[in-house]
């Protein structure tokens, strides 16, 4: 037994591979020798790659165990099927940084999501770019960084960033309205451990009040896409969206509301997935498992 590992009694296990014959019973031979049940599964073939992906909740039957055993007993089946895998404790609980900017909505939704318990992460804290959210982080008891930035020291301040992220050993940021474009260089370190949320308009109605744009079109929907960071701005692979119908009684400002209120809650779902192991990549695109 390795004295070292981390005990435990319910895993999540998550990979993709080139779809074959008798992957599921593989994987589902492995954990039965080693004394697990399946509580939960979901899988998935691309039928265009032929690509597969599964999610599997265990749970022992023979009390807690050490889980780098748990993963050297997998690795056997992972590399036969070349595997891109991940293997932890179904109750370890991510830890996050959220960068925001002045806008607080979705930056509120995940601290009060959070204090209430609904969403099992560990916010480790928060950095912006003005001082306008201090007040309300502070009163979470969340560390609040205030790191401005401009075109003179735009690359000192991400610096700074991925060093708070490697300090608190973040596993993903969350840019919850954060008004800054990332450097290639920010979104290659963070390459599958930042989201981003932004309104349904674009690329349609782009730069400052989109929401007044669309008013003045008579836009019948608006609505909300959560996605992964990327270099290409606002194009990388999506997570979950949400739509809302609104008519031409809807004011412009009535617009921004409902806009929010649907960023804040489709943002919410990408973190809750994210930490509960639920998002697997596919090219440009995502396998979410969402139930």
Not at 87 to 101: F, G, M, Q, Y
Not at 218 to 230: D, P, Q, S, W
Not at 239 to 263: F, W
Request: glycine letters at 6%.
């Amino acid at each position: 037994m390795n004295q070292q590992s981390e005990l435990v009694s319910e895993i999540v296990l998550t990979f993709s591979c080139d779809d074959k014959p008798g992957i599921v019973a593989a994987v589902a031979n492995l954990f039965a020798l080693q004394g697990f049940n399946i509580r939960e599964s979901s899988q998935f073939e691309d039928v265009h790659s032929k690509r597969f992906f599964m999610r599997t909740v265990f749970e022992t039957a023979e009390g807690s165990k050490p889980i780098e055993d748990i993963k050297s007993a997998f690795r056997a089946v992972a590399e036969r099927y070349s595997m891109e895998w991940s293997l932890c404790d179904l109750h370890r609980r991510i830890k996050v940084v959220i960068a925001v900017s002045k806008w607080g909505h979705c930056l509120n939704n995940l601290l009060n999501s959070w204090k209430r318990g609904s969403l099992a992460v560990d916010i480790v804290g928060v950095v912006s770019n003005h001082e306008d959210m201090r007040e309300l982080v502070e009163w979470y008891g969340v560390p609040y960084y205030f790191l401005p930035v401009g075109p003179d020291n735009k690359s000192e301040q991400e610096a700074q960033i991925l060093e708070l992220i490697d300090s608190v050993s973040a596993d993903l940021l969350v840019l919850a309205r954060y008004m800054q474009i990332l450097s290639p260089k920010m979104t290659g370190a963070l390459q599958g451990r930042a989201i981003n949320i932004h309104h349904s308009f674009l690329p349609g109605f782009k730069g400052a009040k989109p929401y007044h744009q669309a008013y003045a079109r008579g836009v019948k929907l608006i609505g909300a896409t959560a996605h992964f960071v990327t270099e290409d701005l606002d194009e990388g692979p999506i997570i979950e969206q949400d739509v809302e119908r609104v008519s031409h009684v809807n004011q412009p400002e009535e617009l921004v509301e409902i806009g929010r209120d649907i960023e804040s809650r489709v943002l919410g779902r990408a973190v809750r997935w994210f930490a509960q192991q639920r998002i697997l990549p596919n090219g440009n695109k995502t396998v979410v498992f969402s139930r």
